[in-house]
Nanobody, 121 residues
Framework: VQLQASGGGLVQAGGSLRLACAAS????????IGWFRQAPGKEREFVAF????????YYADSGKGRFTISSDNAKNTVYLQMDSLKPEDTAVYYC???????????????WGQGTQVTVSS
């Protein structure tokens, strides 16, 4: 199982980025996909998840109203659309796959390598 996170970059505050998590070896529609992030000197924190069916989505308070998680089963890819970005969103973003919906990293089995998001003020 491999998860490939991409789409990070440098953006000004108020801008947008769309992160992608491409899976190989497993079908994303059979598992929960979560996004987490880790800023320098801070612990990894939950950002959002989407259930295997795609019907359940949940966001951390920090991203509610600004982030949207979605899946494209044909591409076996999950996306995280991030709008109205703030400097405090700067972090390495990771996608992960797990058997059940959860907001804690311990419940996810497989992790991508991370993609850097930097938001300048």
């Amino acid at each position: 199982v491999q998860l490939q996170a991409s789409g990070g970059g440098l953006v000004q505050a108020g801008g947008s980025l769309r992160l992608a998590c491409a899976a190989s070896g497993r079908t994303v529609s059979n598992y929960v996909i979560g996004w987490f992030r880790q800023a320098p000197g801070k612990e990894r924190e939950f950002v959002a998840f989407i259930s295997s069916s795609g019907r359940s989505k949940y966001y951390a308070d920090s991203g509610k109203g600004r982030f949207t998680i979605s899946s494209d089963n044909a591409k076996n890819t999950v996306y995280l659309q991030m709008d109205s970005l703030k400097p405090e969103d700067t972090a390495v973003y990771y996608c992960a796959q797990g058997p059940r919906i959860a907001t804690t990293s311990q419940n996810y089995d497989y992790w991508g390598q991370g993609t850097q998001v930097t938001v300048s003020s």
